[in-house]
C-alpha cells in the first residue's frame, strides 16, 4: 500500500516536471543558433513584471532571439533570485539581464558569469557597474520632468500661473522630477510657478483636495505638472468638482489605466511615461547588438520605441507621450 | 524500537526512489543538468537548508518542531553583517557571538516546550516574529555589504584541494555526524524514545525534557551556522536571509519520511528531501519554467507526503 503511494506520488512529480521541462525543452531546439537571452527580474506575478514580460515575447518573436524573463516567485527574494542566476550559468546562456532586489548581493554572482563567457547586463535597476556592461533605464529622473514642464508649457501657450504637485517630500526620484520640472519650465518666462509645492503623499484623496485648495487661493491658475501617479487623476476629479475641467491644463506621470477616461473627455491633457514592455524590448535589442559586437549609440533608434540617449555606460529609453491620440492603444 | 526504525527506512527508501526518478528524469531531458558545475552550484545553494533540515529532523523526531530556523539564520546573517562592517569586529568573533544568539534563541525556544509545557508551534512562531523583527531593526532593513574576500571566499573554495566547497563539506559532515547520533548512540535512542511517547521514555529512565531542549538548542546553532555560510555566498546580509527555511526544511524531513508525530525519523531520507527539493528546482529552471511553478509543485508534493504519513500510520494501527 505505502508503496503504491510512494509510486503513485514519483509518477505525479516526474509527469509534472515533465509538462513543464518539455515545454522549456522543444524551444530549445528549435533555437540552437539564435542568441539565447535570459533576463532576471525582482519578482514575477505583478503587473509591472507583465509588462515587461511583453516586451520579451515581442523581441523572441521579432529579433530572432530565445528571450526568457524569469524571477523569484516572491517579492524581495534575494536569495532566490542569485539561484535562478546561478542556473543561468549552468544553462550556458548567452547574456543574462537583471534587474537587482539588492544591488550588491549580486555582484559575486555577476562576476561567476562573466568569468563563464556570459554577457551581464543590467535593466529596470542597476547592479555596481564593475560587474555589468551597460543598464538600461525607463527613464531619467529630471527628464521626465523637463519633459512635463515642456508639454504643459506648449499647451499653455507659453503663458500661465503653473502649480507643481508631487508624492512625498522626500522620495529621491520625485525631487529629481520636481527639479526637472521646474529647469523645463525656467524656458518660458511667461509662466509662473506657484508656491508652495503640493505633496499627495502618493494618495489620490489627498491630491483632490490639494488641488481645490490650491484652485481656491489661486482662481487664475492655468496649469498642473504633477509628478507621481496620482497626482493627475486627483487634480482631475478636482476640476471636474469645482468646474474647472478642460479650462486648467494637467500634465503628469501616470499609468494609463489611472487616467484613461480624463484624457479621453479632456480633463487630463496628458501624461509622460516609459512603457515598461518597450523597456524590455529595447534592451534585449541592445543586448544581440552587442552581443554582436556593436556597442550602443547616443541616438540610436530602436525601432517601435525611439531615439535612445546613453550616458556612459548607462541607457535610457524615450518616455512615451499619452495623449487622447493614442492611450487607447496603451494597455497598462 | 526495531520495527519503527525499519519502516522509517522503508519510507526513506521510497524518497530515494522519488529523487532518483527526478535525476533520472532531468538528466535526459535537460541538457546541463548532469554538468558538474551545474551540480556543484546546486549543491552549494542548498548546503544551507541542507543544516537546517538536519536539525529539523532531530526536532521533529522527539515530538516538537521548530518555525523560527528562517529568522534565526537572518538574525545571526545581520548580526555578523552589524558587528563586522558597521563596528570593525573581526570575523571570528563576529561569527562567534552571532552563533552565541542563535544558540539562545534555541534555548529559549527549548525551555519554553520542554520546561514549561509551551506549543512548540505557538513557541516558535513568536520566535520566527522576534527573530525576523531583530534583524529587521538591526539596520532599519537595509543590507550590508563589503566582507573580506577572504570570508567571501569559503563559499567557493575547495577544502584542502578536493574540490569540495566548505558549505557542502560541512553540510555533509553534519548529516553523517546525526545520522551516526540517531542510529548509534544512546542520546539518539532517547531522541526517538521522547518521540515515540513521552510517558514510556519517562519511565524508563530518559530525561525527556533534556533530551527536548537539546534537540532545539541543536538546531538552532545549525540554523546559525547556516545564516553565516549564506551570508558568505551572497557577500551580504540581508534581513530576509532564510525566508521559507521553516517551510522548505520541514516540507524536506517529510518527503524523506520523518513522521510529524515523532517517533520514526530518517536522517538519510531528509538528505534524499533536500535533494529532492534542489533537483526540481533547479531541472525546472533549467527549462526556463518561472519559480512560481515549482512552489506549487513542492506544496503538492508537501500534501502527498503529509497524506501518506496518514494514511500509513492508520493502516498499520
Not at chain 1, 531546439?29 to 509591472?48: E, N, Q, S
Not at chain 1, 562576476?111 to 525607463?138: L, N
Not at chain 1, 543586448?287 to 556593436?294: A, F, I
Not at chain 2, 538552532?220 to 521559507?244: E, Q
Request: one cysteine or more.
Amino acid at each position: 500500500m505505502r508503496r503504491l503511494f510512494l509510486l503513485l506520488l514519483t509518477a505525479a512529480i516526474v509527469a509534472a516536471a515533465s509538462g513543464c521541462a518539455r515545454k522549456g525543452g522543444q524551444e530549445g531546439a528549435a533555437g540552437a543558433d539564435r542568441p539565447h537571452v535570459v533576463f532576471v527580474f525582482k519578482v514575477l506575478g505583478i503587473p509591472y513584471a507583465d509588462s515587461l514580460k511583453q516586451g520579451a515575447d515581442r523581441a523572441a518573436k521579432e529579433l530572432g532571439m530565445k528571450v526568457e524573463l524569469l524571477g523569484p516567485a516572491t517579492g524581495n527574494d534575494i536569495q532566490g533570485q542569485i539561484n535562478l542566476i546561478e542556473d543561468q550559468i549552468a544553462r550556458k546562456v548567452d547574456a543574462i539581464v537583471v534587474s537587482p532586489n539588492d544591488a550588491d548581493s549580486v555582484r559575486p554572482v555577476l562576476k561567476r558569469a562573466e568569468q563563464a563567457g556570459i554577457a551581464v547586463y543590467t535593466w529596470d535597476s542597476d547592479a555596481p557597474e564593475d560587474v555589468r556592461r551597460f543598464y538600461v533605464a525607463g527613464c531619467d529622473d529630471v527628464q521626465i520632468g523637463v519633459d512635463i514642464a515642456e508639454r504643459l508649457a506648449r499647451d499653455l501657450g507659453g503663458t500661465g500661473k503653473v502649480a507643481i504637485m508631487t508624492g512625498g517630500l522626500t522620495a529621491k526620484n520625485l525631487m529629481l522630477h520636481v527639479d526637472g520640472v521646474r529647469e523645463g519650465l525656467k524656458k518660458y518666462p511667461g509662466i509662473t510657478i506657484v508656491e508652495p509645492l503640493l505633496a499627495n503623499n502618493d494618495q489620490k484623496d489627498q491630491a483632490i483636495k490639494g488641488a481645490i485648495s490650491m484652485l481656491q487661493k489661486h482662481p487664475d491658475l492655468t496649469g498642473f505638472a504633477c509628478v507621481s501617479s496620482p497626482g493627475a487623476p486627483g487634480v482631475a476629479e478636482a476640476l471636474i468638482q469645482t468646474g474647472k475641467a478642460g479650462k486648467v491644463k494637467v500634465w503628469g506621470l501616470s499609468l494609463p489605466s489611472e487616467i484613461r477616461e480624463h484624457v479621453k473627455n479632456g480633463v487630463v491633457n496628458g501624461a509622460i511615461l516609459w512603457n515598461p514592455a518597450d523597456l524590455t524590448f529595447a534592451t534585449a535589442y541592445l543586448v544581440k547588438q552587442d552581443l554582436e559586437g556593436k556597442k550602443p549609440r547616443d541616438g540610436q533608434e530602436i525601432p517601435g520605441v525611439g531615439k535612445i540617449t546613453v550616458k556612459g555606460s548607462q541607457v535610457l529609453i524615450p518616455g512615451i507621450v499619452i495623449t487622447k491620440d493614442n492611450i487607447d492603444e496603451l494597455d497598462f | 524500537m526495531r520495527r519503527l526504525s525499519d519502516r522509517s527506512r522503508l519510507h526513506s527508501a521510497g524518497s530515494l526512489v522519488i529523487l532518483a526518478a527526478l535525476t533520472v528524469y532531468f538528466s535526459i531531458a535537460q541538457e546541463g543538468f548532469l554538468d558538474a558545475g551545474n551540480l556543484l552550484s546546486l549543491a552549494r545553494q542548498y548546503a544551507e537548508l541542507g543544516l537546517v533540515a538536519v536539525g529539523m529532523t532531530l526536532v521533529i523526531a522527539a515530538g516538537g518542531i521548530d518555525i523560527s530556523v528562517g529568522g534565526t539564520v537572518g538574525l545571526t546573517g545581520m548580526l555578523l553583517g552589524v558587528l563586522v562592517l558597521q563596528h570593525g569586529w573581526e570575523m571570528l568573533p563576529a561569527a562567534a557571538v552571532a552563533l552565541a544568539v542563535a544558540g539562545c534563541v534555541g534555548a529559549v525556544n527549548g525551555a519554553a516546550v520542554a520546561y514549561l509545557g509551551m506549543q512548540p508551534v505557538l513557541v516558535t512562531l513568536a520566535t520566527m516574529s522576534l527573530t525576523r523583527g531583530a534583524a529587521y531593526v538591526l539596520t532599519g532593513g537595509v543590507s550590508l555589504s563589503g566582507f573580506p574576500e577572504r570570508f567571501t571566499d569559503i563559499a567557493t573554495a575547495g577544502v584542502a584541494g578536493t574540490g569540495i566547497p566548505m558549505p557542502v563539506a560541512i553540510t555533509g559532515l553534519a548529516f553523517a555526524g546525526s545520522a551516526v547520533l540517531l542510529r548509534r548512540t544512546a542520546f539518539g535512542r532517547a531522541v526517538l524514545a521522547s518521540g515515540a511517547s513521552a510517558e514510556a521514555a519517562e519511565l524508563s529512565g530518559i530525561r525527556v525534557r533534556r533530551v527536548r531542549f537539546a534537540t532545539y538548542l541543536l538546531l538552532s546553532l545549525l540554523a546559525g551556522v547556516a545564516g553565516i555560510l549564506l551570508t558568505a555566498r551572497v557577500s551580504t546580509s540581508f534581513a530576509d536571509a532564510g525566508r521559507n527555511y521553516e517551510f522548505e526544511a520541514i516540507t524536506a524531513v517529510v518527503l524523506g519520511g520523518t513522521s510529524l508525530t515523532g517517533g520514526e525519523a530518517s536522517v538519510l531520507g531528509t538528505l534524499a528531501g533536500v535533494c529532492t527539493m534542489a533537483v526540481l528546482r533547479n531541472g525546472l529552471s533549467l527549462a526556463g519554467q518561472s519559480d512560481l511553478t515549482r512552489t506549487q509543485m513542492l506544496a503538492v508534493a508537501l500534501l502527498a507526503a503529509v497524506l501518506i504519513d496518514n494514511l500509513r500510520r492508520r493502516l498499520t494501527s
